[in-house]
């Protein structure tokens, strides 16, 4: 076993044993909406890293959302049968929407412009079915009786909550290293670098964008689903439109979107940046944290364009190895 | 039974007529968009913003300082040209040889920046000019005149903006420069004076569809993603960078939103706008004019 994997063994034990150590809620909550919310980033930039910009995860993200709410208050059903439900509803979405876009090749603004238009469709349905879903009013999933409720995945104490969640980003981490491992990458990288080329070497250029696109949709709506399950109520604002899918990229880029840590990174900036803003002006910090994020955000992406995370692991590998320096 | 059908009909017909002058504004914003893609090959994901500005800048200037309407517009005009060239300068130049995904992103990040700073700055509340213009009645159909008004401007902006472009060297250079950037430097024409004009000219554009659409609508810092997405869908469903494209779409767009708002909600009008462009990217994914390269 070599230092680096008992390193990570011992961080793992560490986060583990957290909530059973420290049982602050309020430092918990936050641990756990960044835990979520760094799955959801992780798997915006499964697609992002291979130059696929989508906008159109608040799409995925409202559809995991609402399904599994819709789906719970209405017929009862339990999240354990309708967050694989609502997950299908995303994937065959992202297929509908992401087959001719591969198949035609519709790449760069081109794409982002398309996605972006699928999550403005997603936002227009759930506020135009506001009989259903309560429309921008927002929507709440039905209590069960008070305390923890396994059937319908409502959990009362932060401790599961915490454990669920780090689950959940675990998971995340790990599809993450599969697709690092597997072949795929390698095709993708090259679909990245050269379409034309890629497609002559005999890479399937839209089955392998395909399969990185469902993915990253089913992960997207798993996080949309799990955020209602914590939060217990959700807007068409908060969790599908525009506005949430560039929150993805914003804090992909910030992190940096080519390691696998870096989505998390971008998750504890911006959520802890948000908190802090918060704190300090109360209700009169309303448009700040946005404001604070565009400026970075545009920052970041001129003069680091590889995310905090991905510069440092960058300038660590050219400290080992001087040879690659350029 | 017959009387039914003759009340159906005219307010078909309204609606079709209502779409038509919806579709003016629109075509002007596809047009600002449509020229800066095209010569600077940058999309500003952020340009219905500019607009939202345009119309804080109309609201303050009419309500606040109570300068009349139609010198009130001019100013508004400059100001969002300003910002137009100032959004160049200060994020899109710096990023000319990056990759275009992260100068779509940038502008993505101007986005966050300016719904917040009017967040910040002038609340969340909904604001208008409180002139109501009168209502014009033709037949049993009614329009109001903001909407006609908006539709003539609209038009002479459009017109004035071909003529820019056809008759003077700036217009001239802007074309060529559209058409291959390497050679345009080689033939003395300086391409980052010209990128600035062309920004200067798209925020132009911008602060002339928000003097329009002040008129129609509430302005809140959110007004921004009510037509922003449609802008983009007309654009690309015309072909980025095609104008005559982006004019006909944005018609098609507008009928789409008219009629579907007859039937049923607005939203769905928007549904089915969205819907309509999906199935569009199905059929001619290089846009509805476009050459399969």
Redesign the interface.
């Not at chain 2, 990056?98 to 992260?102: E, K, T």
């Not at chain 2, 993505?108 to 910040?120: D, E, K, N, R």
């Given at each position: 076993m070599t230092s680096a994997t008992l390193g990570w063994l011992v961080a793992l034990a560490a986060l583990i044993a957290l909530p059973f150590v420290y049982r602050e809620p309020y430092h918990l909550h936050i641990l756990v909406l960044i835990l979520i919310w760094s799955f959801a980033y992780t798997s915006w930039s499964m697609m992002g890293r291979f130059g696929l910009v989508s906008l159109g995860h608040g799409g995925f993200m409202g559809i995991g959302a609402y399904v599994t709410a819709l789906l719970w208050n209405n017929f009862g059903l339990t999240p354990w049968l309708g967050i694989p439900i609502a997950m299908l509803a995303a994937g065959m979405l992202a297929i509908v929407v992401g087959y001719p876009c591969f198949r035609f090749r519709i790449t760069g603004h081109y794409f982002v412009l398309v996605t972006l238009a699928l999550s403005g469709i997603v936002l227009q349905v759930i506020t135009a079915t506001r009989d259903y879903t309560g429309g921008s009013l927002g929507y709440t999933p039905q209590r069960t009786s008070s305390g923890n409720h396994l059937l319908a995945l409502q959990f009362d104490d932060k401790t599961t909550w915490y454990l669920v969640a780090l689950c959940i980003w675990l998971v995340g981490l790990l599809i993450w290293h599969l697709v690092d491992r597997s072949m795929n990458r390698y095709a993708l990288e090259a679909i990245s670098e050269d379409e034309d080329a890629a497609a002559a070497a005999g890479v399937n250029v839209t089955a392998e964008k395909l399969k990185i696109t469902l993915v990253s949709a089913l992960m997207t709506a798993l996080a949309g689903a799990l955020y209602t399950q914590y939060q217990m109520f959700i807007s068409p604002d908060t969790v599908s439109g525009i506005a949430v899918s560039l929150q993805m990229v914003f804090a992909a880029i910030v992190g940096g979107l080519y390691v696998s840590l870096g989505p998390t990174v971008g998750a504890v900036i911006t959520i802890l940046l948000a908190e802090t803003l918060r704190i300090a002006f109360g209700t009169g910090a309303v448009g700040w944290d946005n404001l604070i994020y565009g400026i970075l955000l545009v920052l970041f992406i001129i003069f680091l364009p590889q995310g905090i995370l991905g510069s440092l692991v960058e300038r660590l590998k050219m400290r080992r190895q001087p040879s690659l320096k350029a | 039974m017959q009387g039914l059908f003759d009340i159906f009909d005219i307010y078909l017909l309204e609606a079709v007529i209502n779409g038509i002058l919806l579709g003016g504004v629109l075509a002007l914003l596809a047009l600002g968009l449509n020229l800066i893609?095209g010569v600077i090959d940058v999309?500003w994901?952020c340009y219905a913003e500019l607009v939202m500005i345009g119309m804080y800048g109309m609201y303050f200037l009419v309500q606040y300082y109570g300068l009349w309407y139609f010198i009130a517009a001019p100013l508004t005009i400059l100001l969002v040209a300003a910002l137009g060239a100032l959004l160049h300068y200060l994020?899109i130049a710096?990023?000319l040889t990056?990759?275009?995904?992260?100068q779509?992103?940038?502008t993505?990040?101007?986005?966050?920046?300016?719904?917040?700073?009017?967040?910040?700055a002038f609340g969340?509340d909904f604001r208008n000019l409180g002139i109501r213009l009168p209502v014009l009645a033709l037949g049993e159909m009614n329009f109001s005149y903001a909407r006609l008004l908006s539709f003539a401007a609209a038009l002479l902006g459009m017109v004035a903006v071909y003529l820019f472009m056809t008759r003077t060297f700036t217009g001239t250079a802007i074309r060529a420069i559209s058409q291959d950037r390497q050679i345009m430097a080689l033939m003395g024409v300086d391409a980052k004076r010209i990128y600035l004009i062309t920004s200067a000219i798209g925020g132009a554009l911008a602060g002339l569809a928000a003097c329009l659409l002040v008129l129609q609508y509430d302005v809140h810092?959110f007004v921004g993603?009510s037509f922003g997405?449609i802008t983009?869908?007309i654009?690309?469903l015309g072909g980025?960078g095609n104008f005559i494209g982006g004019f006909i779409a944005a018609f098609v767009f507008a009928e789409i939103i008219a009629l579907g708002g007859l039937f049923s909600?607005l939203?769905?009008g928007?549904?089915f706008a969205?819907?309509f462009?999906?199935v569009m990217?199905?059929i001619r994914?290089?846009g509805l004019l476009a050459r399969r390269r």
């Open positions: - | 893609f999309t994901i994020v710096p990023l990056a990759p275009p995904i992260n779509l992103l940038a993505g990040g101007v986005l966050f920046v300016l719904q917040s700073f009017a967040t910040v969340i810092p993603l997405p983009f869908l654009c690309v980025l909600d939203e769905w928007y549904v969205f819907g462009f999906i990217m199905f994914p290089a």
